[in-house]
């Protein structure tokens, strides 16, 4: 877990990020006459979206509340979290377009997908020590690395097949089908496996590294 000093601090770095991710958008559309790119503003907000569920999971937790609105937040927390992480494939639309630098566009996609990935890894931490206080250090690390697979295949899911994470109640069965059709036939589907085991593993190295900069022992905080 963040100290404290710490959690502010990095909270006003990614507000500064944001915003700057802001007024490159904006620049852009101004500079342009044009919407391009403007998507990721939107992806920006479901980005942002597991932290305030991570928030709010912490927060009732250490008022006590019951377990059934602690299931509740985590479950919105982990149908929402691979958006964070999602923004990195918007890398994707990086083309040469005439209209602006593709340097510009660079650092446009890069500025937001930084934005989007360190919301969704400090959201994690969050979970990551609710895990730990719940279930001990062992089992919390199975846990987020199984979430960690969960996310990858997510964003397989987002940037593939075109799902969001609202489908889950717009469009159930067909989000079902798609599932149940890769464990039925794993063999069929080497992009979904190749996709989910690749960003798995991207993720839960990022994250690793970002929990040992920021994790400090009990002793070493006295």
Request: net charge positive; aromatic share 18%.
């Amino acid at each position: 877990m963040l100290h404290k000093n710490a959690s502010t601090s990095i909270k006003k770095v990614i507000a500064m990020s944001a915003i700057f991710s802001l007024v490159l958008i904006a620049f852009r559309i101004y500079f342009t006459s044009g919407i391009y790119l403007s998507f990721l503003l939107w992806n920006l907000f479901l980005a942002w979206l597991p932290y305030y569920f991570s928030n709010h999971l912490m927060h009732y937790h250490q008022q006590q509340k019951s377990n059934w609105k602690l299931i509740f937040l985590f479950g919105l927390w982990l149908l929402f979290f691979p958006n964070s992480p999602y923004i990195i494939t918007d890398l994707f639309h990086l083309t040469n377009h005439n209209e602006m630098p593709i340097w510009y566009d660079l650092a446009l996609i890069f500025s937001v997908a930084w934005s989007g990935l360190i919301l969704g890894f400090l959201s994690l931490m969050q979970v990551h020590h609710f895990l730990n206080q719940k279930f001990g250090q062992e089992k919390s690390w199975i846990m987020i690395s199984l979430i960690q697979l969960l996310c990858a295949y997510g964003i397989y899911l987002g940037r593939y097949e075109r799902y969001n994470s609202w489908d889950i109640v717009t469009n159930p069965f067909s989000l079902l089908n798609e599932i149940l059709e890769l464990f039925i036939h794993p063999l069929s589907h080497p992009r979904t496996i190749g996709v989910t085991l690749v960003f798995s593993v991207v993720l839960m190295l990022s994250y690793l590294t970002l929990y040992f900069l920021t994790y400090q022992p009990k002793h070493e905080e006295r």
